[in-house]
């Protein structure tokens, strides 16, 4: 039986696979925290001189920028640091409970400004236009450079793109908002910017939504997105020498860093370590897993077969096709 996981010092493929650092990517998320912090001031107190629910719809916005960036930055610091004690990962899920509190305040929110909206729609506030228009304005060049700085940094963890898709739908509801302003200062149709807070609010429970979904499938252990865990298996029993492939579980631990585990049975005469280097190499390269944990065993190993672990083996077994059938693999053997 071989059981084999590599080491931390060859790497998993969870970290970044691009040129920033991730404390490049904290200093792009800082200052795109600073942008935000200072124009949020700046909009609160001029909604309020505008009686705007638009402008005050984008400033709470604002805030949950804010509070999603600043709870991104504290997450990647917790998230770096090394497993200890029975945290044998690490705290890496940190990043995923921090997109998951994003995508949930985007939600309650939601609620909030479809009731606000609506109120607003019957019982149209005098707004004063022009004062909208020209802030919304300004909070669009806003956005636009924070959305530059976070676009910069790493978007595959989840805890990053949680806190761009908050700069994104801040810059939508500011165009939105910025038209409103102008039909309000041109038309006198009050409405306007109640019909604006309501599009703001969908931007919001759209991508709360995305955020709540792709966090929720980390945590329940969800195959990675782009991963058909059956047709993985089934291209791993094609492998020369391979019988059967079972206990297959395929998941991520945080975003960006999958993890693979299964029981590989090989031919009687088969070369187990050979067997397993061909396996790793094909999950590396066509499918970006080399954090992996393979069990291979001999057809007929009493330790591996229907006596042993795996008596009552977990999901769907991949068992191989004639010899004719196996995916060409180079110069793999079966033979010891």
């Not at 124009?39 to 505008?50: F, H, K, N, S």
């Not at 009687?268 to 190499?281: F, I, K, P, T």
């Not at 330790?303 to 059938?325: K, L, M, N």
Request: charged fraction near 20%; glycine fraction near 10%.
């Amino acid at each position: 039986m071989i059981g084999h996981r590599e080491s931390a010092a060859k790497g998993h493929g969870h970290g970044h696979g691009h040129t920033v650092s991730p404390g490049a990517d904290r200093r792009l998320l800082g200052g795109a925290l600073v942008l935000i912090v200072l124009y949020m001031a700046v909009e609160v107190t001029i909604g309020l001189l505008a009686g705007s629910l638009a402008l005050i719809t984008d400033a709470a916005h604002m805030m949950t920028d804010a509070f999603a960036i600043a709870l991104a930055l504290v997450a990647m610091r917790i998230a770096a640091r090394p497993p200890k004690a029975g945290f044998t990962y690490g705290l890496r899920r940190a990043e995923i409970l921090s997109a998951q509190l994003n995508g949930l305040t985007l939600i309650l929110l939601t609620v909030y400004f479809l009731y606000e909206g609506v109120r607003r729609l019957v019982d149209p506030h005098d707004v004063e236009g022009q004062f909208v228009f020209w802030t919304a304005l300004a909070g669009i060049a806003v956005n636009v450079a924070a959305t530059m700085l976070i676009s910069r940094a790493d978007r595959r963890s989840l805890n990053v793109e949680g806190a761009f898709q908050h700069i994104l739908n801040d810059l939508f509801a500011f165009i939105s908002t910025a038209v409103a302003g102008l039909v309000v200062w041109t038309t006198g149709f009050a409405r306007a910017d109640a019909i604006a807070s309501l599009v703001v609010a969908a931007l919001m429970l759209k991508a709360g939504y995305g955020l709540l979904r792709d966090a929720g499938r980390v945590l329940m252990e969800a195959a990675p997105t782009g991963i058909d865990p059956a047709e993985l298996g089934t291209r791993l029993a094609g492998r020369p020498c391979v019988q059967e492939v079972h206990d297959l579980h395929v998941w991520e631990v945080s975003s960006g860093y999958p993890a693979l585990s299964a029981h590989v049975l090989v031919d009687a005469g088969g070369d187990c370590h050979a067997v397993r280097r061909d396996l790793q190499e094909l999950l590396r390269g066509a499918y970006g897993i080399t954090h992996t944990t393979l069990e291979v065993d001999h057809v007929g190993d009493p330790t591996g077969g229907a006596h042993g672990h795996c008596s009552d083996s977990h999901g769907p077994r991949h068992v191989s096709d004639d010899d004719d059938t196996h995916e060409h693999a180079g110069n793999t053997s079966c033979d010891h």
